[in-house]
């Protein structure tokens, strides 16, 4: 009877809206986040073939769908823009490349490098001695976008790589090339070799010049002295708009030595005055490595604690310390780990970096993956102590996760003491909705520049081996797997995934839900959080593949002394 009375039911009535000239309304619409534009879309016809006419608007979904943001400093046309972001999502999807080309690496390489921003940084060095004890003296850059746009024929490019030497020994380097055309390098000098001590100093460095920042009032921060040792020490080093944050391990050599000396060091300034905001000591292992959630919060992996702690840098009212102590606003606990596991180190990673503002140097990129929706990846490495086992496991979730949880946890007062416990949420609280486990033991793992947007790049340990793409964006895979079921290609493999056969270049496999057998945790982690595998049919012969906007490197290693030979660069959709 309901479905009766509903079919004779009057139409709606017409919206007042639709009375107002077509330009006038596409500007109104134009004004709506997307999911009130999709709304839009489904509620009336007319608004629905006004939209799907409508370039400008066209272009929002499509950017909502893929995960991107426009990039204003471009000078593609809107209808250039809107045909090259549908085109690299299709190659993305079927895993389709629009060229391959090799850049071989003229230098003699270091064990520090970048890839961020259409970008690759490798450091090099003088030295001849084996890759493990070479120091860094310099560093090489080069623009894959530029060098694949420049040599659009070619399938070996030559560069140019642009080489950056202050005369200093680096320790590694953090780069906000898209917001500031900046390069920090952080460098050291002995000050009392037989302790090992080193003055350290963090420069900083126009990119595309070499020479110091303009926008820096102070070319070089001097960081406090403190023990280093090339090897035995950690550097992480992030910078999102005014803020430079640079975290210093050095654990493993305060441990040889007996020294009693904090281990871990964490500094925060503001890089442009050059004033010293935030610091943090610790005397444990505690932490290798931060990430930006947004330019005022970051994620510190807590190795001892076995936790990730979000803290603000945001300067608590009434605070009269000056610089004041990081406060942690929140942890998340990771799986209980057995009783016979070490965890070592936690690194992390999220790309594009988030960003304080978009008025920054993108080149001629049309797009690029939205910040705020990006996952970030956390790798783990962790010990059987009954066998001596080394394990590697990756933790991936959005950014965005984490700072929903944030914003549910109970906020600390300005008055409260460093020294109180944070509120900390347990693992299954938060976690098996939010996050995904993979098991790294297998894989080919080496750099951690695995990510960029909502997408993760891995290949197996054992070459010749296919390329694997995880997506992790949900309004990706629902389309997608709506469009293969449309089509009659979606096959049902087991109650938590499905198939797609398309006959491609690819095989695509959509997870609903799945779960980790590691024997680094107590039980199965089970992960909510849906995402797809694509899987190239093709098999490709490299030490380990990376990823970055529209691109992904296969990295090769020469036979003699595992150098960094050559990347191949395999364009996905247009290059643009």
Known sequence: ???????????????????????????????????????????????????????????????????????PASRHVLADRLRILKERERAWH??????????????????????????????????????????????????????????????????????????????????????????????????????????????????SSGGHHPAASQPVLQVPRMPFFPGHCSVSIEIVGDTLGVLFNSSRLLNARGDATPAVSFY???????????????????????????????????????????????????????????????????????????????????????????????????????????????????????????????????????????ELAPQLSPASSPAMQPPRVEWAEWGPPACVWLDGDGLAIRWITVTCGQRLVVMSRESPAPILIYDFNPRAVARRTHAARARGRLVRESAHSDLECDGGGAKTVFLRRAALLSTVFEEPVRSEMGYSVTETREEYDYESVMMDEGVLIGVRLDTEADNIESLVLHAVGPVA
Not at 108 to 113: C, D, G, L, R
Not at 149 to 162: F, I, Q, R, V
Not at 172 to 181: C, F, L, P, R, S
Request: with cysteine; net charge negative.
């Open 94 to 207: 079927r895993l389709e490349f629009s060229r391959i080309a090799q850049i071989q690496v003229p230098h003699n390489p270091s064990s520090i490098y970048d890839l961020t921003g259409g970008m690759f940084l490798l450091g090099e060095s003088y030295s001849r001695l084996l890759p493990a004890w070479r120091s860094t003296d310099a560093t090489r850059s080069i623009n894959l976008r530029a060098a694949l746009k420049a040599n659009s024929t070619a399938d070996a490019l030559d560069g140019p790589w642009a080489h950056i030497d202050i005369h200093s020994k680096i320790m590694d380097v953090g780069i906000a090339a898209q917001e500031h055309d900046l390069i920090a390098i952080v460098t050291y000098s002995y000050t009392l070799a037989n302790e090992l001590l080193a003055d350290l100093r963090i420069h900083l460095i126009k990119l």
């Open 1 to 71: 009877m309901n479905v009766i009375i509903a079919a004779l039911a009057p139409d709606p009535p017409p919206s007042p809206l639709l009375d107002l000239p077509t330009e006038l309304i596409v500007r109104i619409l134009a004004r709506l986040p997307c999911p009130a534009l999709l709304a839009c879309r489904l509620a009336n016809r007319s608004f629905c073939t006004l939209i799907d006419a409508d370039t400008s608007l066209q272009y929002t979904v499509e950017l909502y769908a893929a995960g991107a943001v426009d990039n």
């Open 268 to 406: 925060v300034y503001n890089w442009k005055t050059g004033k010293l905001k935030f610091t943090r000591t610790a005397n444990g292992p505690h932490y290798n490595a931060f990430c930006f959630l947004s330019p005022d919060v970051i994620v510190l992996p807590n190795i001892t604690a076995r936790s990730l702690e979000l803290c603000s840098l945001s300067v608590p009212e009434g605070s009269s310390e000056d610089p004041a102590p990081l406060q942690t606003l929140c942890s998340l606990a990771l799986p209980q780990i057995t009783s016979s596991t070490l965890l070592h180190r936690i690194w992390c990673r999220a790309e594009p970096n988030a960003l304080a503002t978009c008025n920054g140097t993108f080149a001629d990129a049309p797009f690029f993956s939205d910040p705020a929706r990006a996952v970030i990846i956390f790798n783990v490495v962790a010990q059987d102590l009954l066998n001596g086992t080394l394990h590697y496991l990756s933790l991936v979730v959005h950014r965005s996760s984490l700072l929903a949880r944030l």
